[in-house]
């Protein structure tokens, strides 16, 4: 089969889980709509260690306001999301929530070709790339398991949260450089702290 080009004169298939209807409105500014839905998340929506993944259910409210130069969507959606733990590697799953505000216009500027916005296909509009960059965004760049993830040890790769807090590999200096450690000991003359030396001034005003 072959595939359409994706242009202004292409049209939503209102069946598509993102495309919503702004029929209901009657182009009447001041009038609105709300709608909640649970859709399968696009492919793709990943970055790095984390993604939402491909079919998961995205719930979504999304309300619809009439304004004089097209419809304005509010958005909120909720997604889950897998990955590894930036420290760990552990399997991870969380809900990433976002919201996101979009003006989609009845009929965009002569030849902009709806470059710089969204626009209205008809009653109808899709959703997919205002909610897609709103759900990239709000991905994080370093996810944890846990907030106090420990990770992995630089010595041995186990992961700590499972080995356990006694695990240790002996001293952190190497045998071999224990001697200069001592030497440097020696070498680095130790000053006494002037600690008896009176400082009182403002003294009385931090408190
Ligand atoms: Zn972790
Ligand atoms: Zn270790």
């Known amino acids: 089969m072959a595939q359409l080009p994706r242009n202004s004169s292409s049209r939503l298939d209102p069946r598509g889980p993102l495309v919503f209807s702004t029929h209901a409105l009657g182009r009447a500014p001041g009038s609105e709509h709300t709608e909640t839905r649970v859709a399968p998340a696009p492919a793709e929506l990943r970055v790095g260690l984390v993604g939402v993944p491909d079919g998961a259910e995205l719930e979504l409210t999304v309300r619809l306001d009439a304004v004089a130069e097209g419809v304005l969507v509010t958005a909120t959606a909720r997604a889950p999301v897998t990955g590894e733990c930036a420290r760990c590697l552990e399997p991870l ?16 500027g002569v030849g902009s070709d709806a470059a710089d916005g969204y ?63 001592k030497l440097q000991q020696f070498e680095i003359p130790q000053f006494e702290t002037p600690t008896d030396l009176p400082d009182r001034s403002g003294q009385d005003m931090n408190r």
Request: glycine share 8%; net charge negative; hydrophobic share 40%.
């Open 93 to 108: 799953a969380q809900q990433v929530e976002v919201r996101f505000q979009e003006l989609f216009e009845y009929s965009p």
């Open 119 to 181: 626009s209205l296909d008809g009653d109808l509009l899709d959703i997919e790339p205002a909610l897609r960059d709103a759900l990239v965004l709000a991905l994080p760049l370093a996810p944890l398991c846990r907030d106090d993830c420990p990770g992995l040890c630089v010595d041995c790769g186990v992961q700590l949260a499972k080995a356990g807090p006694e695990h240790s590999h002996g001293p952190a200096i190497d045998p071999r450089w224990a001697g200069l450690q």
